[in-house]
């Protein structure tokens, strides 16, 4: 018989199985990996005239944002403290499927809207301007709604 609480950690365990040590190692190990990655592919791509300033920003912005998304991929919610058991039920996750829901709505909203602009005008602007304001939009709709949404039931 084993005891539900003494699986629960703060930083939570992988899905397929080890410790948080063994989660935590992998997911700092994936971030360093894909972070030099990035880094030398910008440097790559652009050659800079300051290659060392560009490849330590590139690294200082790349390990955190990917050791984040590995973690976010390996770890078992089911282990986290404070996870509730049905977490389908979590009152946090219908927030955070409406949220989702209105961001992807605005999202649409904008690209069709900016699409029947960019047809019958004469503006151009750069591809990832363009992609950088969509990323931007969805997130700030889908923060927005979230917190919005928090409040209403507290």
């Known amino acids: ?7 629960h950690s703060r930083l939570g365990r992988a899905w397929f199985g080890g410790s948080t040590r063994t989660l935590v190692l992998l997911s700092i190990t994936a971030g360093v990996l894909l972070g030099n990655g990035l880094a030398a592919l910008i440097l790559l791509a652009h050659e ?20 984040l998304i590995a973690w976010t991929l390996l770890v078992d919610t089911n282990t986290l403290w404070g996870a509730k058991d049905p977490q389908e039920d979590s009152i946090e996750r219908a927030w955070g499927k ?22 019958f005008t004469e503006i151009v602007i750069a591809t990832t301007t363009v992609l950088w304001a969509v990323i931007l939009l969805g997130g700030g709709v889908y923060g927005i709604h979230y917190y919005r949404l928090k409040q209403g039931e507290s």
């Open 48 to 67: 800079p005239t300051h290659a060392g300033a560009t490849y330590f920003f590139s690294i200082l912005a790349g390990i955190p944002f990917f050791t």
């Open 1 to 7: 018989m084993t005891n539900k609480k003494a699986s």
């Open 98 to 119: 409406e949220a989702g829901y209105q961001a992807f709505l605005a999202m649409i909203t904008v690209c069709i809207a900016a699409t029947l602009v960019f047809t």
